[in-house]
């Protein structure tokens, strides 16, 4: 039996015996005050309401018909007069409340619960029916539960007037959800259960959590990711462990905001729409942050220039920069180019992502790296541009000609993007986790600001001429430059390299260096041609297609599974919903890290703050469970989890401590913060 279920029991059964035990005696008064209240009105069919109004001392709180993970749900004996009958108690909308990864469903504040009423038939107005209730239920603080009851009793009088009564149960009313008024579907397998709710694409969403009436349907603490396909809301939730049967009926609460508005219905089995476009939060909805997101994405690409994700592509820019000072002319058609081709670059990357979570892909930002074909063409490109810095051959390389071209500044702004943006730094990281949610126009709006904001010093450097008389004048230094700027590129095809061996397994990598030793000899029999006056294109086409095909053959051929995670001071498990659920019902802090291997970021904060045996001593005083969610390789419930925190990629650091709310960490760690996070003011020492 694991920790989660058996803690579950214990606490059944001591509710069980606490209820047993504290029912009959009804001595200290109760921390959730309760009183039941008559409505006179009648319906057009006969029937009236009663309300038990719940009033929870502050710090108290009720539960929902379903309580979650924890608590109990009220209990009613009712005694009525002969021929009067009582209907399902109708409960408000609930909040939700996260103690010690146990998922609640509570009421932090005054409540009412409608019970129709259904007098005898033959009572005329002025006719006065005494009802009584003996009603049962469990108030609870963050820390403490205590069973209470009260025997509850009010007179109905049929038809009597009452203004300031009616008043209450119109404003008890609003806080119901409203009836759907159309079925729903569900859809449960192993893993998850996937709902289709008929709502207007029009119908605001800001914070929405759905409130399953069956007990141990869905796990109720785990991520629920929802969507849109046009006027149909899918919601996906992963299964409870050990969860019942499939239920022929479904019956469910969809919470639309924080005020509390919801709407009930009832889902039967049914097919589940594919794909959707997943659902905007409400800090991306609201058009109030557009503009703060927009703001995020220019910086963020901006700071992309300095991160060191982005190092090896400083040496394209380097040369590029030095030779902005020629004339204001050139340096302007050269920086507008640039900008064109890093826009261009973001814009077709966003374009793509968008088109594929539009059909049901779960893909993040940086995408393109988690492909083993997508690799190999870096590696070979990284390659081919170090040669060119040798002077191995002289060709159009983006950037490289002595003159400069607006072609090879475009080309050079394609390749800088290209290479830059599968690192999320500092602002970007909300930026781009909103563009993954919002409608398609703004969302590229995102993309594209953030090709600016990485093409912004170029830009700048182009249209302000003090700037530019700042630059090094060209000289016989660029060409020194230029070979020492092989270094870096070199160093970029040697880590690309490993990165295909983690990827895709030692053979991959190893047919992909020789692929790109065959590109070389290729490129060097080219430099030859060009240095004697002899033309090289026509034979290096012929080549550079000879190999295509060859690589269309083998890579394939070769590519395995990726490599095991790496070994770590931590011992972290592989992160999943279901091993996060069961961490955080432990009781004990947790930590979510969220990693790739191509991420260079990810591997500095790694180096700075993870693989440390100052974390690892801290981490263990303070019982803290380590998860890491690997994401080289493509995987659908770390990308939904990473959606659902609003973040379009890795780095992502979650720190969940043993009560209270999840924090999201910095993307950028120092040496402390997570011994701070485990040793608060130095506790562990």
């Known amino acids: 039996m694991n920790l989660r279920r058996y803690r579950l029991l214990i606490a059944a059964l001591w509710h069980a015996c606490a209820l047993l035990l504290a029912f009959p005696a009804a001595a200290a008064p109760n921390h959730i005050a309760a009183e039941l209240v008559a409505s006179p009105a009648i319906t057009a069919d006969g029937e009236t309401q009663l309300a038990l109004r719940m009033r929870p001392e502050p710090g108290w709180h009720g539960y929902w018909q379903n309580p979650g993970d924890a608590g109990l749900g009220m209990q009613l004996d009712w005694s009525l007069p002969a021929g009067a009958e009582v209907g399902q108690p109708r409960y408000p909308v609930p909040d939700t409340l996260l103690i010690s990864g146990l998922m609640n469903h509570v009421y932090e504040s005054e409540y009412a619960v ?22 049962q239920w469990l108030a609870c603080t963050d820390e403490i539960c205590v069973p209470e009851s009260a025997e509850l009793a009010t007179t109905m009088t049929i038809g009597a007037s009452d203004p300031r009564t009616t008043q209450a149960f119109e404003q008890w009313a609003r806080r119901l959800p409203a009836p759907l008024g159309s079925e729903a579907t569900f859809a449960l397998n192993d893993d998850s259960a996937r709902f289709a709710i008929p709502l207007p694409a029009s ?27 046009g006027d149909m809301l899918l919601v996906t939730i992963p299964r409870a462990r050990f969860a019942p049967a499939s239920p022929d009926r479904v019956e469910a609460v969809l919470r639309l905001d924080a005020e509390g508005n919801g709407i009930a219905f009832f889902a039967k089995p049914g097919a589940i729409p594919a794909g959707g476009t997943p659902l905007a939060t409400e800090i991306a909805s609201a058009p109030s942050a557009l503009p703060l997101l927009l703001l995020g994405a220019l910086v963020g690409g901006l700071l992309l220039n300095v991160m060191p994700c982005v190092f090896p592509i400083l040496s394209l820019k380097a040369l590029s920069l030095a030779r902005a000072g020629e004339s204001e002319a050139q340096a302007r058609t050269e920086g507008l180019a640039y900008t064109a081709g890093v826009v261009l670059a973001c814009l077709g990357l966003g374009a793509m992502l968008l088109g594929f979570r539009a059909a049901g892909e779960q893909v993040g930002w940086a995408f393109q790296l988690q492909e083993p074909s997508v690799v190999a063409v870096l590696l070979l490109l990284a390659c081919a541009i170090t040669a060119n ?24 702004g394609l390749l800088a993007a290209f290479v830059a943006t599968p690192c999320t730094g500092p602002f970007m990281a909300t930026a781009m986790g909103a563009a993954l949610l919002l409608p398609v126009v703004p969302a590229l709006g995102l993309f594209a600001t953030l090709g600016l904001g990485i093409a912004l010093p ?12 700042r630059m090094p004048r060209p000289g016989a230094w660029m060409n020194t430059f230029r070979r020492w700027m092989a270094l870096p590129m070199g160093l970029t095809a040697l880590a690309l390299a490993w990165l295909a061996t983690r990827i895709a397994g030692p053979w991959f990598a190893i047919a992909s260096i020789a692929l790109a030793a065959l590109l070389v000899g290729l490129l060097s029999v080219a430099g030859h041609r060009q240095r004697r006056g002899r033309p090289a294109i026509r034979p290096t086409a012929v080549g550079l297609a000879i190999l295509g095909v060859i690589a269309l053959v083998a890579l394939p051929l070769t590519e395995r599974d990726r490599a095991a995670a790496s070994e770590s001071l931590l011992d972290p498990q592989p992160f999943s919903e279901a091993a996060l659920a069961q961490a955080r019902a432990s009781g004990k802090p947790v930590f979510a890290w969220f990693t790739a291997d191509w991420c260079l970021t990810c591997k500095v904060n790694e180096e700075v703050a993870i693989e440390r045996e100052e974390t690892r001593r801290a981490f263990e005083q303070a019982g803290v469970t380590v998860l890491r969610g690997d994401w080289t390789r493509r995987d659908p419930e770390i990308t939904r989890y990473l959606t659902w925190q609003g ?8 720190w969940y401590p043993a009560r209270g709310q999840p924090e999201k960490l910095p993307q950028m760690l120092t040496p402390g913060t997570l011994v701070d996070k485990a040793c608060p003011k130095g506790s562990c020492r």
Not at 114 to 135: D, E, I, N, Q
Not at 203 to 229: G, M, N, T, W
Not at 647 to 654: C, D, E, F, R
């Open 458 to 469: 170029f830009l700048a450097i182009a249209f302000i001429p003090a700037l530019r008389r």
């Open 203 to 229: 119908a605001s969403l800001a914070q929405p959590h759905l409130f399953v009436a069956q007990d141990k349907v869905v796990d109720y603490a785990a991520p629920q990711v929802f969507s849109r396909e």
């Open 389 to 412: 810095l040798l002077g191995v051959f002289e060709f159009g390389v983006p950037g490289f000609a002595s003159d400069g071209s607006p072609q090879g500044a475009f080309a050079t």
């Open 647 to 654: 973040a379009a990629g890795v780095p992502l650091y979650m």
């Open 114 to 135: 409608l019970v129709p009423f259904t007098p005898p038939s033959g009572a005329t107005a002025g006719t006065r029916l005494p009802v009584r209730v003996k009603a």
